[in-house]
């Protein structure tokens, strides 16, 4: 197994002595799939031409999309899809099971995460018109880690991936912070930046929010609720409110 150059070229990467190429190891992973709607491993797959080298960096031991497993095995990485309804006994189910199988739970986008457009959600509908409350999965499990979007771009996907093969602490550190803020969406981010006079203006959650549901005025972002769908990434993508400066500086070679 190894990473190949081009991999290594798009995500920033040192190459690696052949010794160290062989010590890497190559985790299994599986991909659970709950209320989701497929569109963070659409995410995953547009990796396109680096997509064959970044599967073989990994060994995909489970998921219902991926693999022809009914079994859920032991996985060291477990990566999560959807939220989950809580009205849904086998969605609860497998989600515990998740758990108790992976070394490491990731939620994977926003739906995983927040909840996203899923908090919505109040049931009524055929053909199961009781499942009505939909729930972050740090609600019911302990996560280790959140990659966030909606869905994740395809580059941090695979910068994740990578970065946890390669045990890269300084990039995952900020992803394993995630989890404990569950409740992002375009009013935290008036309350806990705007109103508390963090703001600078910078304009980077109006730039992240796929709903264009932030417009900057006089400087500060305003929030159209109507069409906020709770991803979180404009709380995410704001300066001002969970990144550590050094990852920064890191990331912005500072
Ligand atoms: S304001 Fe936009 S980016 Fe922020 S949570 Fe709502 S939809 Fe997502
Ligand atoms: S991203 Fe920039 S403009 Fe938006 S709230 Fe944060 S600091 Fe203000």
């Not at 080298?53 to 990994?58: G, I, T, Y």
């Not at 996560?143 to 994740?152: F, R, S």
């Not at 796929?210 to 704001?238: D, F, L, S």
Request: proline share 5%; charged share 25%.
């Amino acid at each position: 197994m190894s990473i190949s150059n081009k991999i290594k070229k798009m995500l920033g990467l040192k190459s690696e002595s052949a010794e160290e190429v062989k010590e890497m190891k190559k985790p299994k992973i599986g991909y659970i799939h709950l209320s989701g709607c497929t569109g963070c491993l659409m995410s995953l797959t547009e990796n396109y031409d680096l997509l064959a080298d970044l599967l073989d960096m990994v060994e995909i031991v489970y998921g219902h999309t991926l693999v022809d497993v009914w079994e859920m095995p032991e996985m060291d990485l477990a990566l999560v899809e959807g939220s989950v309804c809580i009205q849904d006994e086998h969605s609860v189910e497998e989600l515990m099971e998740a758990r108790e199988k992976a070394d490491l739970l990731c939620a994977l986008g926003s739906c995983a995460m927040t909840g996203g457009f899923t908090r919505y959600a109040r049931g009524g509908q055929q053909a199961q018109p009781s499942h009505e409350s939909f729930l972050p999965i740090s609600e019911l499990v302990k996560v280790d880690l959140a990659i966030p979007g909606c869905p994740p771009s395809p580059e941090i996907i695979a910068k994740t991936l990578t970065a946890y093969i390669k045990e890269d602490m300084d990039y995952l550190k900020p992803l394993m912070d995630l989890p404990k803020h569950n409740e992002l969406c375009g009013c935290d981010l008036q309350n806990e930046v705007v109103n508390k006079a963090l703001c600078c203006g910078c304009g980077s959650c109006a730039m992240a929010c796929q709903t264009r549901a932030i417009e900057m005025v006089n400087g500060r972002p305003e929030i159209n609720t109507n069409r906020c769908i709770k991803c979180g990434v404009c709380y995410v993508h704001c300066p001002r409110t969970w990144w550590p400066e050094e990852q920064i500086k890191s990331e912005l070679e500072l």
